[in-house]
């Protein structure tokens, strides 16, 4: 059973950057593939980046390529996602999840959630 636990949400001003970590509490995380992903007041949660068990392989969704970058280290259990250049449209409560595969698959779905942490961007 894994346990993840995000952390560095807060306010930040349009075009500022903040790093959201999520700390994984199992023995097998190293194994799974990870995702983060958002969810802004009265819209679906969305995708935003997603990385490989080993971190050689990662994705993005197509409005925050070039500003966000996810990472992981896998000796520490977890899980970075970098946002930079940040716009009012990045607020949400972004969420980490973990899925029991090497690669992240939108065929399946994520075995384990964060709580999440929110994201302000003022303009």
């Known amino acids: 059973q894994e346990q993840l636990v995000e952390s560095g949400g807060g306010l930040v001003q349009t075009g500022g950057s903040l790093r959201l970590s999520c700390l994984a509490s199992?023995?097998?995380?190293?194994?799974?593939?990870m995702g983060w992903f958002r969810q802004a007041p009265g819209k679906e949660r969305e995708f935003v980046a997603t990385?490989?068990?080993?971190?050689?392989?990662?994705n993005y969704a197509d409005s925050v390529k070039g500003r966000f970058t996810v990472s992981r280290d896998n000796a520490k259990n977890t899980v970075y996602l970098q946002m930079n250049s940040l716009k009012p449209e990045d607020t949400a409560v972004y969420y980490c999840a973990a899925q029991r595969r090497r690669y992240y698959s939108d065929y399946y779905p994520a075995n384990y959630w964060g709580q999440g942490t929110q994201v302000t961007v003022s303009s």
């Open positions: 199992g023995r097998t995380f190293s194994t799974y593939a």
């Open positions: 990385i490989s068990w080993s971190g050689s392989s990662t």
